[in-house]
């Protein structure tokens, strides 16, 4: 089907789910940048007789969404819509970091409540610059294993190229944020008595088997969710939205 044959209600139709899909994404990493390392969960859970810890920051609880967004867009709409996407989530990364940086240098009023956004300022832009370079490297990573593995199926095994992808980018993701949230901005509760090369590796541990967990359980709605979408959009399978 060539575009001019398709009706006019299903390109707007295609439009809108676009258009959702990338405010979703946008809104999950802005909430992700705000959260950021401001509180971290201290999960844990019992293997043989011995807990484990998982500290996770809350900020990294809406991650997941966005790797399911970009691997709709991926799917639906191709690898230049889905980098296009990607980019503009690093332009509000840089206007975050801007309205944060600025709501700091501006003359205000001293109060409890000056001191707690201090707190968070700091945090938020320590969080911010480490989310900008593992989110450029984690998202344009996943874009380009979706697309070669896609390419490697012949567009089959679905399952394949979402979970592979994601999986893979996250060991970049995770691992940057990490590093970068300690050393450059020392956001993490670190344990001055115990070996920090331990913490850091549970931290990233525990951060990498969150996003990986949580992408082999979006597996089935993102299965699903892509053949309803195909027949809403009248995309013909294995095609992609010019």
């Given amino acids: 089907m060539t575009s001019q044959d398709i009706p006019d209600h299903i390109k707007r139709r295609r439009e809108t ?4 899909l990338s405010g979703i994404f946008l809104g999950s990493l802005t909430m992700l940048n705000i959260l ?23 900020g990294v609880l809406p991650y997941p969404i966005t790797f399911l967004c970009t691997d709709f867009i991926c799917e639906l709409y191709g690898e230049r819509r889905a980098n296009q996407v990607v ?3 690093f332009a509000l990364n840089v206007l975050v970091l801007f309205i944060v940086w600025l709501g ?10 000056a001191e707690a956004f201090e707190t968070i300022r ?15 490297a984690a998202q344009f990573c996943d874009v380009r294993l979706f697309h070669f593995w896609k390419r490697i199926t012949k567009g089959k095994h679905l399952w394949l190229r979402n979970n592979a992808s994601t999986m893979v980018s996250q060991i970049v993701d995770t691992t940057a944020v ?3 949230t300690h050393y450059y901005a020392d956001g993490l509760p670190i344990n001055d008595t115990d070996p920090v090369s331990d913490q ?5 541990a525990s951060g990498y088997v969150f996003k990986v967990l949580c992408a082999a359980i979006d597996t089935v709605p993102f299965y699903y969710g892509v ?7 009248m995309i013909e399978e294995g095609s992609e939205i010019d």
């Fill in 227 to 233: 053949g309803w979408f195909r027949r809403y959009l």
């Fill in 200 to 204: 850091l590796f549970v931290f990233i």
């Fill in 87 to 89: 980019w503009m989530g």
């Fill in 122 to 136: 700091r945090l938020a832009l320590g969080a911010t610059v480490a989310s900008m370079i593992a989110y450029l």
């Fill in 17 to 20: 789910v676009f258009l959702i």
């Fill in 36 to 58: 950021g390392t401001s509180r971290f969960l201290n999960l844990s859970f019992e293997l043989f007789g011995t807990s484990i810890p998982v500290p996770l920051a809350i």
């Fill in 178 to 180: 990490i590093l970068i």
């Fill in 104 to 113: 700091g240098v501006l003359p205000g009023f001293e109060s409890p409540e």
